[in-house]
């Protein structure tokens, strides 16, 4: 006799819903943070690194900063499937809509473990490649990898808010993360199975 287990979900979010405007509140706080970061990081840059030098290539080199964090939301999400490959073995869903990108699939089950990997991987892997290039770099280049590096960072916080939930999941508990909506399931009995 095999033992199976029952599950009923105890909670769910979804950031797409229009009633707790959560998408609109983190998109804001990471735009703002984005552009406040970048700023500031691309200024220093400037003023420590480059003083004295003319400012047009430096200027050129920003855009392509700006081009960069464009591209961004793309690879972040790629790094999400990647990630799901790699602890799952199955190919999620990939969608880029006009407020949110998003990786999963309501077929992919997930402990809280596997979870947290697939959620921080991005964050994780980016900032671990982004940041010793922030340093090794030419100073004029810096832009080019600084803005994206902020992306990386603002952007995770709604990787963040939804590992924060995540880590609610009651023991023996599993995920199903559909991509703005994630489900946390609980077990609830014993089931016998002939």
Excluded: W
Aim: charged share 15%.
């Amino acid at each position: 006799m095999q033992k199976n287990l029952e599950y009923k979900a105890v909670n769910r979010l979804d950031l797409s819903d229009p009633k707790f405007k959560m998408l609109h509140k983190l998109n804001a706080f990471a735009f703002i943070s984005i552009v406040i970061t970048s700023a500031v990081g691309i200024t220093v840059n400037y003023c420590l690194r480059m003083l004295g030098e003319p400012g047009g290539l430096y200027f050129i080199y920003v855009l392509c900063g700006v081009v960069n964090c464009l591209i961004y939301p793309y690879v972040h999400e790629f790094a999400h499937a990647f990630a799901v490959i790699i602890c799952r073995g199955k190919i999620p869903t990939v969608k880029f809509g006009k407020l949110a990108a998003y990786c999963g699939s309501p077929d992919i089950i997930f402990n809280k473990s596997q979870y947290f990997f697939v959620v921080s991987f991005p964050f994780v892997f980016y900032c671990a490649l982004f940041i010793p290039l922030c340093i090794l770099i030419p100073a004029e280049f810096f832009p080019m990898v600084f803005m994206p590096l902020m992306y990386n960072v603002f952007c995770s916080v709604a990787d963040a808010f939804m590992i924060n939930k995540a880590t609610k999941t009651p023991k023996g508990g599993i995920i199903v993360d559909c991509g703005t909506d994630v489900i946390i399931y609980a077990p609830c009995k014993d089931v016998a199975k002939k």
